[in-house]
């Protein structure tokens, strides 16, 4: 009896262990055999989430998730029978480069079409394989990695040889196809840095589009002379507005049917490469991005001092130096999705100290214009139009409105009014009070909570009022550096070399902090990066961010620091962030927009939209701060706007505090009361539907819908009111 009831108790036992270990086995990584391979590629490395392939051929890769089986390659493994050798050695290839002779003349080199040595080592997480082209005499190691977080993907600069004067690296591409999909083979999209965010969608092109997406991580390299003519009105007024600039170097590619993404961070090199995103149908049928590594670049040297010597085109004699790298943040299931990246990019970012959490509590931005100027009969005569007075009565106003969570900005309260710069010291324009009533409103509104800023834009010089004959940018061509105003009063100003903007700076801020204040706002030097030659010596756009990032560390230190549109390299200096674009560059490929760069920046530092002044459409305008989590911004004056029409603010059309006051006062309101609801928190989730609705999740449970719609519309059985919004806690 006693041995029947033991039985029992076994069989009892072993069935709710196999129970068990059945009910386990649905939640755990899939096993993986060391001898697999998928498409011709054989199993390297794996970690507890993902494992790698390769071909030792291509040196392409695969990346499998452990617990879904989906994967991402490298290569094309699907080939319509359409593309000739150079694009399969480029579908193909780990790396396509391409090859500069004759001075200008280039050819793509990879790993298919091109004779080449490799040696392949294989290590612990990954491999390096050392490469050399025998014809082109030079070579490269290729190193990658399987680590917890995805993969890493990186040429050191001290592999890269080049052995002839015949033959020069000109551009490095990493693998360009990682990712890649065959028509609408896949659902999902690939994510631009462009703007806020832009979404190309995987679908069927059907070969609407003649080009794709280029463009520069950190904007264009004005160092080198643009060969871009700008259209203009009447050879006066111009007509096109410049794209967006890269902000952080940063794109992505989702397969949202199979449940895995990724996020690619340009970690190193980023200041010499470009973001390339191309829809099928773009020459090919394949949906591809990547980022491409600039080594030589080309450029128009002048033949004499005017345009009748005719030019020549060059390249750069030496190479760029930088390692370069890009890791893989690799994303799934729920995660795989643009706003999964910009979560990953957020920890990213905190985990390394690239970003610190700042005090994100709500303010309306109220900047305001001090003085400008205007030509008159003998030089130029004084603007005024927001004094230290008028600051304190509209504070005073605001505050009867109970309208208090306010920074500021104070632009051109200098001697010499807005575009008197460089700022050498500090010394505020008697137009509009003093440096001593300036000192004292600053100290003043402090103690109301009020926090005033003075804007210093380190970059330029203006010509006309300062001496520009030393310490100014040339271009790689050695021709001085001249932007152009297309204004009457200021036609140009140039650049100040980076060393002299951190002597300047420094002078300035030392000044400042004698009057026992520190709120300082810095535009210029935050958002612009260059190749430049001075005193016969070339520098580099990485030697200019460099020194801009040497700078900017410097004096937070010793100021409280807000940064106009900063480069991602910047951000962890920012106490706030000024001019953040809700939108993108609208280029006819982009399907969607989304606030990828607000969801990042979200609950870590507060972000202020561009001026609501100047946008079409304020409705929209206000929905999108909602959606992206954004503060407001206004430009005020206490005069009229139409009192610059003789300026070079000229483009200032509205911007007087009369007219704006109630819309402060009401959007202050609206968009105080959802941050309350949302101060400190992150966004988390994202999600579009139909185009129209947005919903906007926060990791403390609050969730915001947006409807864009002209019309009533439901989600998630809400009813949200035609452009309106809806806050669900």
């Known amino acids: 009896m006693v041995a029947k009831l033991k039985n029992k108790i076994a069989i009892a036992l072993a069935l709710v262990i196999t129970i068990l270990i059945a009910e386990f086995s649905l939640f755990a990584p899939v096993e993986v055999n060391a001898a697999k391979s998928i498409n011709g590629h054989n199993y ?57 002779y004759s001075s200008v003349d280039t050819q793509q080199v990879d790993l298919i079409n091109d004779e080449c040595t490799k040696k392949i080592t294989y290590t612990d997480n990954g491999f390096t394989a050392e490469i050399f082209w025998k014809k082109y005499q030079f070579g490269m190691t290729l190193e990658v990695s399987l680590e917890d977080d995805g993969v890493v993907a990186r040429v050191p600069d001290e592999s890269i040889v080049e052995k002839t004067n015949q033959y020069y690296i000109g551009t490095i591409s990493i693998y360009p196809y990682l990712g890649h999909s065959y028509l609408d083979s896949k659902a999902g999209y690939m ?65 949202t049917d199979e449940g895995i993404a990724f996020l690619a961070v340009v970690e190193e090199g980023a200041e010499r490469a470009t973001i390339e995103a191309q829809p099928n149908g773009v ?43 890009i890791r893989y943040l690799f994303l799934s299931e729920e995660n795989a999705n643009y706003a999964g990246m910009a979560n990953a990019y957020r920890n990213y970012l905190l985990g390394k100290g690239a970003l610190t959490v700042k005090d994100t509590s709500y303010n309306t931005r109220i900047d305001f214009l001090g003085t400008e100027r205007e030509d008159w009969l003998i030089g130029t005569s004084s603007v005024v139009m927001t ?29 010499g009014g807005l575009y008197d710069i460089p700022i050498t010291k500090y010394k505020a ?82 000044s400042y902090l004698k009057k026992k204040v520190s709120n300082l706002a810095i535009a210029g030097i935050t958002n612009n990066v260059f190749s430049y030659s ?7 756009r990485y030697n200019c961010a460099d020194s801009y990032k040497s700078l900017i560390e410097q004096i937070d230190g010793k100021t409280n620091l807000v940064l106009e549109q900063p480069y991602a390299y910047l951000w962890e200096y920012a106490d706030a962030y000024l001019d953040m674009p809700l939108y993108t560059s609208d280029y006819i490929y982009e399907d969607e927009s989304v606030p990828f760069m607000s969801i990042v920046l979200k609950g870590v530092i507060p972000v202020y939209a561009d001026y609501i002044n100047f946008e079409a459409n304020k409705h929209e305008f206000f929905l999108r701060m909602v959606e992206s989590g954004s503060f407001p911004s206004f430009y005020i ?81 809400y009813t949200i009111d035609a452009m309106s919004y809806k806050v669900v806690e």
């Open 637 to 717: 004056t206490k005069e009229s706007s139409s009192d610059l029409i003789y300026t070079n603010s000229n483009d200032i059309y509205s911007s007087e505090y009369d007219v704006y006051r109630d819309t402060i006062i009401e959007y202050s309101t609206e968009l105080k009361e959802i941050s309350e609801k949302t101060e400190g928190a992150y966004i988390i989730g994202h999600e579009i539907f139909d185009s129209q609705i947005r919903k906007v999740t926060y990791d403390n449970g609050v969730v915001i819908y947006i409807n864009y719609a002209r019309t009533g519309q439901s989600a998630d059985g």
């Open 534 to 540: 001075y005193g016969g010596d070339f520098y580099t």
């Open 44 to 100: 390297v490395t794996e970690n507890d989430r993902y494992v790698l392939y390769m071909n030792e051929d291509y040196l392409s890769i695969i990346v499998e998730d452990k617990v879904t089986g989906a994967y991402m390659e490298s290569a094309m493994s699907y080939d319509d029978g359409k593309n000739n050798k150079t694009w399969i050695g480029a579908m193909q290839s780990a790396l396509v480069l391409t090859a500069v």
């Open 283 to 325: 020459n090919i049928d394949y949906n591809r991005i990547y980022a491409k590594f600039i080594e030589r670049k080309l450029y128009t040297q002048p033949l004499g001092n005017d345009s009748s010597s005719g030019t020549i085109k060059l390249t750069e004699e030496d190479r760029s130096h930088s390692d370069l790298q």
């Open 191 to 255: 994510f631009l840095p462009d703007g806020n965010g832009a979404l190309i969608y995987l679908d069927n092109k059907e070969a609407r589009f003649s080009s794709g997406y280029s463009s520069m991580i950190y904007g264009d390299d004005v160092g080198f002379i643009d060969s871009e003519v700008t259209s203009l009105l009447w050879g006066k007024y111009e007509m096109v507005n410049d794209p967006n600039k890269i902000l952080a170097p940063v794109f992505g590619m989702a397969h």
């Open 387 to 415: 004094t230290v007075d008028d600051i304190y009565g509209i504070y005073d106003d605001l505050e009867s409105a109970n309208v208090t969570d306010i920074i500021s900005v104070y632009k051109g309260w200098q001697k």
């Open 429 to 510: 324009d008697g137009d509009i009070g003093g440096t001593d009533d300036l000192t004292k409103l600053i100290k003043d509104s402090q103690e109301r909570g009020i926090s005033l800023y003075l804007y210093n834009n380190a970059l330029k010089i203006n010509p006309d009022e300062q001496n520009a004959t030393f310490n100014v940018v040339k271009r790689i061509n050695k021709r001085k550096l001249t932007e152009k105003t297309y204004r009457d009063v200021y036609e140009e100003f140039n650049y100040l070399t980076p060393a002299r903007s951190k002597t300047l700076v420094n002078k300035f801020v030392d």
